[in-house]
């Protein structure tokens, strides 16, 4: 995605709907520039057209794993090092299989041998690289191929006997109520870990918040540290006995 069509897409995220002129205006390109972008963005579902314009698609399930590992790189890099600063030496972390745990992965991979948990190929591959530096266990289970998620109820039992310092997780949506998500497997593995671990962190780009995902996760009172680039202040008000870390920039 270049920065026009991140620029389209922001302001469709202000306005919902805009017409094919008023974006060329916007960005200061042509109509049939317009069209190209739109074209690309309508094909990976992100924006939806109708005669005379076009405006984001109402997504029922979260969008591809590799589009959103291009998405808000900038914000979950950040968020990737401030958290990955409040993680201790020497520590068991336990990683969930959201975009952003890749970005504190990334982060992680050169610190001091740490055991990792996690159920994403992603991450693990992203720790192998490493040699011998970091102790990997991954879980039993079916292997999901379109997010390369290990899941299954033996998946959650497994992890269940583990206590880690720390379970990473994101959320698909975030409001003063909580958090939210679009998976039910998911939902259920993030609920019994977060039992087990003895501190929840939660990461969370700004784009998260205010958006309604389908199965409830948990409250604010079950996240002991929420991560992010920006918080919106009727969330920060929900969050009495947690800790906000703003990422650098944000």
């Not at 190209?36 to 698609?57: C, N, P, T, Y």
Request: overall charge negative; aromatic content about 6%; hydrophobic content about 40%.
């Amino acid at each position: 995605m270049n920065a026009r069509q991140q620029q389209i897409l922001d302001l469709l995220g202000i306005r919902g709907r805009a017409s094919i002129t008023e974006l060329a205006e916007h960005c200061d390109v042509s109509d049939e520039t317009i069209r190209r972008d739109l074209k690309i963005l309508s094909a990976d579902g992100v924006v939806e057209k109708f005669h005379g314009g076009v405006r984001m698609s109402t997504p029922r399930t979260e969008p591809p794993f590799d589009r959103r590992l291009r998405e808000q790189v900038d914000a979950k890099s950040r968020i990737g090092v401030r958290a990955a600063s409040y993680i201790r030496e020497g520590a068991t972390i336990l990683l969930d299989n959201s975009t952003t745990a890749c970005f504190l992965a990334r982060e992680l991979v050169h610190r001091e041998p740490m055991t990792i948990l996690t159920i994403s190929l992603e991450v693990a591959q992203i720790f192998s690289g490493s040699g011998h530096r970091h102790r990997l266990i991954l879980p039993s289970g079916e292997l999901r191929i379109e997010d390369r998620t290990i899941v299954g109820a033996g998946t959650i039992e497994y992890l269940s006997q583990f206590t880690p310092s720390y379970f990473v997780a994101s959320m698909v949506a975030a409001s003063p109520r909580g958090c939210t998500d679009f998976d039910l497997f998911e939902a259920d593995f993030k609920r019994a870990m977060m039992a087990r671990a003895d501190q929840t962190i939660v990461l969370m780009d700004a784009s998260k918040f205010g958006k309604a995902g389908l199965v409830h996760v948990c409250d604010w009172s079950q996240v002991d540290v929420l991560v992010s680039d920006n918080v919106p202040p009727d969330v920060a008000a929900s969050i009495e006995h947690g800790h906000i870390l703003l990422s650098e920039g944000g």
